[in-house]
């Protein structure tokens, strides 16, 4: 995988969605492929960003550092990659095409402006609006990954949009949930 090439592509991405998704077809990446060279450091800098600038700032929680960036990544990578599958299996119900290697570049393309902006906007607390706009540009981005990647059809896009955005949603918090509570973050009362 070209390093360079990936960089174009999201480049692309951001500049012209249509043409973006376009080299993304074009590229053919394998789902390992995207997953190790593209979102895993992606989300290793926005994780240690979030950590290391934000840190305890925003979160009044009893997890150290090292216990917040371990759930901040693997229950971002997770989220991903269950989402990916679950989503992948849903496809063809919205006559959509079932591939792992094409929903996780979905997946994976479209959240990375929230990456982005999680990384920036980390910066400072007063940043954090950043985040509101990199998530609807994020929901802009898969709106118009679904017709070219996974192929759905026009009049079944709304829904299969918002079945994958809940799915994404709440596989993440779940795992995320149970890392934490893995990890003594979360006191459940009985």
């Known amino acids: 995988m070209d390093i360079n090439h990936l960089f174009q592509i999201v480049k692309t991405l951001l500049a012209s969605p249509e043409k973006g998704w376009g080299m993304i077809k074009e590229a053919n990446y394998s789902w390992q492929q995207i997953f190790g060279y593209f979102l895993v450091p ?12 934000l840190g305890n700032r925003l979160l009044e929680t009893p997890l150290s550092p090292n216990q917040m960036f371990f759930i901040t990544f693997a229950g971002t990578a997770g989220a991903v990659l269950l ?12 006559e959509g095409v079932s591939s792992l290697d094409e929903t996780v570049a979905l997946i994976a393309f479209s959240y990375t402006p929230v990456f982005l902006g999680s990384i920036v906007s980390s910066l400072h607390p007063a940043l954090q609006v950043i985040n509101l706009a990199t998530l609807v540009y994020m929901l802009f981005l898969f709106f118009k990954g679904t017709a070219s990647i996974i192929r759905v059809p026009t009049h079944k896009q709304m829904g299969f949009i918002i079945t994958s955005i809940i799915i994404i949603f709440a596989v993440r918090l779940i795992i995320s949930v149970v890392l934490a509570t893995l990890m003594g973050g979360f006191r459940v009362a009985m």
């Open 42 to 53: 992606l989300i290793f800098a926005s994780s240690l960003a979030t950590i290391f600038f």
């Open 83 to 94: 989402s990916a599958w679950m989503i992948a299996a849903m496809a063809p119900r919205f």
